[in-house]
T-cell receptor, first 114, second 114 residues
Framework: DGGITQSPKYLFRKEGQNVTLSCEQNLNHDAMYWYRQDPGQGLRLIYYSQIVNDFQKGDIAEGYSVSREKKESFPLTVTSAQKNPTAFYLC?????????????FGQGTRLTVV | AQSVTQLDSQVPVFEEAPVELRCNYSSSVSVYLFWYVQYPNQGLQLLLKYLSGSTLVKGINGFEAEFNKSQTSFHLRKPSVHISDTAEYFCAVRTSSGYSTLTFGKGTMLLVSP
């Protein structure tokens, strides 16, 4: 089945450690996104990429990094510079053509700093 | 830039009662509007979208929404809710021309009780 796979579903990290969240899609979508979700805050955009080897900062990029070496993959690294990394992270993708307008979401990764 | 305001953080309702979840947006250009649903610890699923044409949009699971340009609103309604509708609902907006990312509201938790 086509879709977006995020792994792992749950992730625990010690303070001061970097951690990478995986996002893979087989929908042949050009654009991919990372959102952070906190209770009562809605979804906030961290980074997005419209094409391979290119990405842009979203509203809350500080303390995060991404890469887009393949069309199918858009991993997110939460660095030690992110002061409050405990959150639910959602990856999404969308086509770039004008016939499609919405984003499709993965099942999320819940990151907890211990 | 666009913004979305969901006026209620929680809406409690009894099973089989009607419900309305409110959404207002702000934008200087024309927009597309979306409602997504999120069940606990899962990703977001598209309920419905407004692109153009008829202002009454029907979606999945018996939900519908009405676009009101003069009031910049896109309220979600269901005539009779079920226990299984308990979830968080997000309103989102993006511009209808050029490239833009989705901007989300903070969400409304719909709590359906027997």
């Amino acid at each position: 089945d086509g879709g977006i796979t995020q792994s792992p579903k749950y992730l625990f990290r010690k303070e001061g450690q970097n951690v990478t969240l995986s996002c893979e899609q087989n929908l042949n979508h050009d654009a991919m996104y990372w959102y952070r979700q906190d209770p009562g805050q809605g979804l906030r955009l961290i980074y997005y990429s419209q094409i391979v080897n290119d990405f842009q900062k979203g509203d809350i990029a500080e303390g995060y990094s991404v890469s887009r070496e393949k069309k199918e993959s858009f991993p997110l690294t939460v660095t030690s510079a992110q002061k409050n990394p405990t959150a639910f992270y959602l990856c999404a993708s969308s086509p770039q053509d004008r016939s499609s307008t919405e984003a499709f979401f993965g099942q999320g990764t819940r990151l907890t700093v211990v | 830039a666009q913004s979305v305001t969901q006026l209620d953080s929680q809406v409690p309702v009894f099973e089989e009662a009607p419900v309305e979840l409110r959404c207002n947006y702000s934008s200087s250009v024309s927009v597309y509007l979306f409602w997504y649903v999120q069940y606990p610890n899962q990703g977001l699923q598209l309920l419905l979208k407004y692109l153009s044409g008829s202002t009454l949009v029907k979606g999945i699971n018996g939900f519908e929404a009405e676009f009101n340009k003069s009031q910049t609103s896109f309220h979600l309604r269901k005539p009779s809710v079920h226990i299984s509708d308990t979830a968080e609902y997000f309103c989102a907006v993006r511009t209808s021309s050029g490239y833009s990312t989705l901007t989300f509201g903070k969400g409304t938790m719909l709590l359906v009780s027997p």
